[in-house]
């Protein structure tokens, strides 16, 4: 695998992912929010959870999903990015997202994230994007909040106990409920 840093210019393009992407995509993810790579970038969550992110067979159920896609985002043909767009009646489900940590911090999250939201709202007609965050994750949640979320004080309790969402570091963590409405036309 190249190891060379993506570069920050070109155009970027999006597409579903595959099988063959697996491997890349469990690097991608892991480099964002885990372990002191995932410190070049502010998406880090190793102070709170330890451990894995995700792993191969939880990046397959998404890409081989029933109303599910991972979308991919290349520059210049190397992978910079990802996200879950998973269809629930008249929402969508936004998660896995994950940038590159040497690349975060330079707008490329806003524009994911909007291509994102008219993917789903073009494919899926859907009139809302959910997505669930840590709650203690402030940082994160005001820039979602900037991108027109808004918390709905709806909570889930952290899975403790199960290594498949990692080791958590702290014992008060839950998700929140985020929303956002999509309108019909941009």
């Known amino acids: 695998m190249d190891t060379a840093p993506p570069r920050e210019s070109g155009e970027l393009t999006f597409r579903d992912a595959t099988d ?14 885990r372990g ?18 995700t792993d191969p067979q939880g990046v397959r ?4 999903g029933s109303g599910s896609r991972l979308l991919v985002v290349e520059r210049d043909g190397a992978l ?13 489900y ?4 994950a940038v590159r940590p ?11 994230i909007a291509e994102a939201e008219r993917t789903v709202r073009e494919t899926w007609g859907v009139r809302e994007m959910h997505m669930t965050v840590i709650s203690v994750r402030e940082e994160l949640i005001a820039w979602y909040e900037r991108r027109g979320y808004r918390r709905t004080g709806e909570l889930t309790p952290f899975p403790y106990g199960n290594e498949r969402f990692g080791i958590p570091q702290r014992d008060d963590l839950v998700f ?7 309108p019909r036309e941009v």
């Open 20 to 33: 063959a992407d697996v491997t890349a995509l469990v690097e991608l993810i892991e480099s964002a929010y």
């Open 36 to 53: 002191d790579s995932s410190r070049a970038g502010w998406t880090t969550e190793a102070d709170i959870l330890q451990g894995r992110r």
């Open 61 to 64: 159920e998404v890409v081989g």
């Open 80 to 92: 910079i990015a990802c996200c879950q767009l998973e269809h629930r009646g008249e929402a969508a």
């Open 94 to 97: 936004f998660g896995m997202f």
């Open 102 to 112: 040497a690349l975060q911090g330079a707008g490329l999250g806003k524009v994911i």
């Open 176 to 182: 929140e409920l985020l929303i956002k409405e999509l």
